[in-house]
Nanobody
Framework: QVPAVESGGGLVQAGESLRLSCTASTSTFDDWSMGWFRQAPGKAREGVSCITWDGSSTFYTESVKGRFTISRDNAKKTLYLQMNNLKPEDTAVYYC??????????????????WGQGTQVTVSS
């Protein structure tokens, strides 16, 4: 897995934007496909968006398509999530984690148990 620290969350109003960052502390960051996950209060953690190690392929869950953009800078060992037109239902703690190159997140959600502290995103209506 990829040890990393998430940042960039905050309290915004609906319609505003935030950019999350996930900075890795391993030199092998560019070997790994990466994903953003989120967990809202009382709900299960879900996969939000993923990107392959070279940025050639991406995945977005349906509810964020057209609003969120995932990207990465391997030289800076950093993963980003640009979130535009935020909605109250986007309120959650956001986490990053390595994912399979297939960008299938089910295995990560089922088995990964070393989640970081995440970064809180709160969207008011």
């Amino acid at each position: 897995q990829v040890p990393a620290v998430e940042s960039g969350g905050g309290l915004v109003q609906a319609g505003e934007s935030l950019r999350l960052s996930c900075t890795a502390s391993t030199s092998t960051f560019d070997d790994w496909s990466m994903g953003w996950f989120r967990q809202a209060p009382g709900k299960a953690r879900e996969g939000v968006s993923c990107i392959t190690w070279d940025g050639s392929s991406t995945f977005y869950t349906e509810s964020v398509k057209g609003r969120f953009t995932i990207s990465r800078d391997n030289a800076k060992k950093t993963l980003y999530l640009q979130m535009n037109n935020l909605k109250p239902e986007d309120t959650a703690v956001y986490y990053c984690a390595a994912v399979p190159d297939s960008l299938r997140v089910e295995k990560v959600l089922a088995e990964y148990n070393s989640w970081g502290q995440g970064t809180q995103v709160t969207v008011s209506s």
